[in-house]
């Protein structure tokens, strides 16, 4: 395989969304075993994993919406549906993806072996048959955002992890999933339901609804976490985090509502300043509290 062949696989793997498979890690953070280098290493070797099981079903979604992609302003210029990438190749690529992934998780963890297997099959079945079906599109993107959170929680011994956590990445997945649809729905207009059939449920005042219910929904989940988890301190200072989450909410539905983005969450977290800004300090404030407070 040529350089030019290998970049345009790299490209085709999309390691900017790997970024997704940092939620692996929420179970060692908020469980506080951040500092256990056991866990530590078992759970970043199961990032590794993931990504490579992710790469592997962007692969497989480039070759089996290679037509549709072909018709898209933009995605048509991804390797595959712009030819740079040979649809043979491409196959060979998830072929050596799955073998290596699948029983490194296994030599792993049996019960991440079996997550990664459930996120393939539902990423399969989404690209066959549920993306077609409204609402429930979107609830199974979501889906595969809690699946990462959970595939943590096989790697370590769990022992102060909240449910609320589950709760709260439902529904700022189903935020960010919203979000896509309406960025699909505004950059693709007339055309959207030749593209993606689900499209032509969906409306712009439709989706600004959702998303409005949704992003409230968010904030007042991860508030009532912030003061009613047991393993977070007494004193309830997890509570300064609160203006973090309201922002960086507010923040993404600017960039969705005003300038026509969250096509692709990842471009926005890559290229925006001011949500970068917030999800560090985010971070760093739910580090001190758990960790030093």
Known sequence: MSVQRLKALLISMRPKQ?????????????????????ALL?????????????????????????EADRQHPKKRKRPIAAGELPVSQARWAVFLLLLISIPSAYLLSLSFCLILLVYLVLNLSYSRWLKHILII?????????????????????????S????????LLALYIGLGK?????????????????????YSIPLLDQYITIV???????????T?????????HSMMLTIPFAIYGILRYLYLVQTNHGGGAPEDELFSDRPLQITIVLW?????FILYLN
């Open 283 to 287: 971070g760093f404030f739910v580090l």
């Open 137 to 161: 599109d979107v609830f199974i993107l979501a889906s595969f955002y809690v699946i990462r959170v959970f595939a943590g929680l096989t790697l370590i011994e769990v022992t102060r992890f």
């Open 181 to 201: 649809r309406r960025a699909e729905l505004t950059l693709l207009s007339s055309e959207a339901s030749t593209h993606r059939k689900v499209l032509d449920g």
């Open 227 to 235: 003061f009613s988890a047991p393993n977070l301190p007494a004193n």
């Open 18 to 38: 790997w970024l997704k498979n940092v939620l692996i890690f929420t179970a060692l953070v908020f469980d506080e075993k951040l500092l256990d280098l056991q």
């Open 163 to 170: 449910p609320w956590l589950y709760v709260v990445t439902t």
């Open 42 to 66: 078992v759970t970043s070797l199961g990032f590794i994993i993931f990504c490579l099981i992710s790469s592997s079903v962007y692969l497989l979604n480039d070759i089996t919406d290679i």
């Open 215 to 225: 992003s409230a929904t968010t904030i007042v989940a991860y508030s009532l976490y």
